[in-house]
């Protein structure tokens, strides 16, 4: 069973549609990459994904268990909301960090803050912190980010930030984690260590929503690519396939730019 | 100038109870209008078109006129048009009209002040805290009400500091306060007439204490400076 299935998500704003019956399925401990121009609806199907957006219609399921269904009537209130957007995890391509907090405060926030619901939080609360804060340290780790973990988001660089924003998304131990061009605002040299860390989750298995312009890195670490049109999947399949044997002539034209360069 | 230094115990006491009415109203008028301006300012982003119209008439309306004609309207409109002098005479009444109408006029501008500091917090923050599966609550208060305090201080100290200066307006309805007590020494009272200096001397006041609120403002602003 797939781990992820989405079927004819539609989307509008005002009157422009942005998503034109998107459907795609994704496995377990796979890397879909998702590319396409700016504006053809990808970050927007991220967003849906991860219940910023409401679809206009369409079914969204993880694990079997749909957590959008456009067609069930009953709107879902906050909590439970809340609790389905937990199966994404998202790294902005702004990074997001909250600026008041440490790196390792950043990581744990979230964490704590449910850990508030369990029932047994007062009578195990030390012991609860400290199980958050190993973990939290331990990812930052994961990320190299050993010596940085009480650093101020702005006392780091935007590749630090963003291994930091990752970390923070780990936490949360997410089913999927989705990168919204994770490093469109960062250097050519910074965007290299923040692909090797996205790489190395991609080698331990960890399902992966990547929407990118780093073609080369796209057909490196994804088991599957899709390329996106005006709000369509105008194609999809093995990174080779649809890279470099593109049936499409907008694929072509669009990947074209990136061969030549 | 011999004579100033024989006058000078009499005024200093005079302006020093004058000045007691003066902070009195200051802080009164913080206490009413840091909680007022934030429902002002909740008022006027509402998505409930009336609400939000109706606060943003109350705000044109304050700010668009002086704090002096308000002064006026509040104080007097009810006794001698209405007929009913709802604050009564004597100090205390006109205390609580110098008050109401200081809370209401400094709300207005402290709301404009907080509006833009919610405003200011970009969105990409509210948005970190959903996927992260916080509630509306725990991202108000844990990510952005601190970003807020450290954009609103520098602007909320400025208008703190026009507030002392400005509670010298509550003079039009004659609200014994320090340029009141300075001015008596004109006219006449304690054996002291046609002096200016009293007045002039109140300037000292003033100084002081916004040299205290700077500093105080300038303390504030360096402890939430660890973050950009």
Known sequence: MSILEVEHIQKSFEHTEVLKDISFSLEKGQVLSIIGSSGSGKTTLLRCLNFLERPDSGIIRVNGESLFDSSASSRKNEAEIRKKRLHFGLVFQSFNLFPQYTALQN??????????????????????????????EILLKQMGLADRMQNYPHQLSGGQCQRVAIARALALQPDILCFDEPTSALDP???GEVLKVIKELADTKTTMIIVTHEMAFARDVADHVIFMDDGCILEQGNPIDVMEHPKEERTKQFLARFTQG | MELILEQLPIVIHALNIGFLQTLKLFFVTLIGAIPLGLVIAFGSMSRFKPLSYLT???????????????????????????????????????????????????????????????????????????????????????????????????????EIITL?????????????????????????????????????????????????????????????????
Not at chain 1, 127 to 136: G, P, V
Not at chain 2, 74 to 90: A, D
Not at chain 2, 180 to 203: D, N, R, Y
């Open chain 1, 107 to 136: 990581v744990m926030l979230a964490r704590e803050l449910l850990a508030k619901e369990q029932p047994d939080y007062k009578s195990r609360k030390k012991e609860i912190h400290q199980e958050i804060e190993a973990q939290a």
């Open chain 1, 189 to 191: 040299e910074l965007t």
């Open chain 2, 56 to 158: 943003k008439i109350i705000v044109w309306i304050v700010r668009g006129t002086p704090l002096m004609i308000q002064l006026l309207i509040i104080y007097y409109f009810p006794g001698l048009v209405l007929g009913n002098p709802i604050w009564g005479g004597g100090e205390t009444g006109r205390f609580l009209a110098a008050s109401v109408s200081f809370i209401l006029n400094y709300a207005c501008y402290f709301s404009e002040i907080y509006r833009g500091g919610i405003q200011g917090v970009p969105v990409g923050q509210t948005e970190a805290g959903l996927v992260l599966g916080m509630t509306k609550t725990q991202i108000f208060f844990k990510v952005k009400l601190l970003q807020m305090i450290k954009r609103i201080v520098p602007p909320m100290s400025n």
């Open chain 2, 164 to 228: 002392v200066k400005d509670t010298s307006l509550a003079r039009i309805i004659a609200l014994q306060e320090i340029i009141w007590a300075g001015q008596a020494f004109m006219k006449g009272s304690q054996g002291i007439s046609g002096a200016i200096w009293p007045l002039f001397f109140t300037a000292v006041y003033y100084l002081i204490c916004n040299g205290i609120l700077t500093l105080l403002f300038g303390r504030l602003e360096k402890k939430l400076d660890y973050f950009r």
